[in-house]
């Protein structure tokens, strides 16, 4: 937890082009999510699936993990579906692919809102 910490305070300070562009907020999306912050993670990850390119699906599963602690969980799916299905025939990361297989298969089992 240490390091989204001091990834936190360094992101905050940025300023100008350099904190608006969408690196820096898919960063900070990372950071509250790391820490724990529903509230902080809940905003960074919209604003962090709003500014990035439709090609970055990482945004998903970073978008599809407060909602799933927020307990939204037709929202958590969706998301979590995006990026599975954008990643379905690619390399990445199997670990991430694994984690996001492992909370959508946990939301499955919960009852539908």
Same mark, same amino acid.
């Given at each position: 937890?240490?390091?989204?910490?001091?990834?936190?305070l360094v992101l905050r300070e940025l300023r100008g082009d350099e904190a608006e562009a969408w690196q820096t907020i898919y960063e900070r999306a990372?950071?509250?999510?790391?820490?724990?912050?529903?509230?902080?993670?809940? !905003?960074?990850?919209?604003r962090? %699936? /709003?500014a990035a390119p439709p090609t970055f699906t990482?945004?998903? !599963?970073?978008?599809?993990?407060? %909602? /799933?602690?927020?307990?939204r969980w037709e929202e958590a799916r969706s998301e979590l579906n995006l990026y599975l299905q954008s990643t379905a025939d690619s390399t990445a990361d199997q670990e991430r692919r694994l984690?996001?297989?492992a909370t959508l298969d946990t939301v499955a089992k919960l009852p539908r809102q």
């Open positions: 937890m240490h390091r989204y910490e001091e990834a936190f990372r950071a509250e999510v790391g820490m724990g912050n529903l509230h902080g993670s809940d !905003l960074w990850s919209q962090a %699936l /709003a990482e945004v998903h !599963l970073i978008r599809g993990q407060p %909602l /799933a602690v927020a307990t984690n996001a297989l």
